[in-house]
């Protein structure tokens, strides 16, 4: 398993719907395939990953009236190469989402 997190100036309900929400997901998260399998908003969700042998687990904290926190787990990676590979890509990707999302509350 590997982990990421940012901290991103949003409500942590917005955060939660960046995940969420179809649309907005494939913006910062451009084909991938999450499958959602249970979600407590705007708390946590978990996930199948692209063909289910995988399972992202994403959890969602309020830092504050306008801040708040994602932290994920990608889990049952085949192999470290995998892991290595899966550890940098959800960096960059929460990056872009960290972007996206207070880019566009100005």
Do not use: C, N
């Not at 100036?9 to 179809?22: C, G, K, T, Y």
């Not at 996930?47 to 009236?65: K, L, P």
């Amino acid at each position: 398993a590997v982990g990421a997190s940012k901290t991103i100036a949003v409500p942590v309900e917005r955060l939660f719907e960046a995940f969420e929400d179809e649309t907005l997901r494939e913006r910062w998260l451009p084909r991938a395939e999450l499958r959602l399998r249970t979600a407590t908003a705007p708390r946590m969700a978990r996930y199948d990953w692209e063909d289910g042998s995988t399972r992202v687990i994403v959890g969602f904290e309020a830092a504050g009236e306008a801040k708040s926190r994602v932290a994920l787990s990608h889990e049952r990676l085949p192999d470290a190469d995998t892991a290595g590979e899966m550890k940098a890509w959800w960096r960059d990707r929460l990056a872009a989402l960290k972007a996206q999302l207070e880019e566009g509350r100005r």
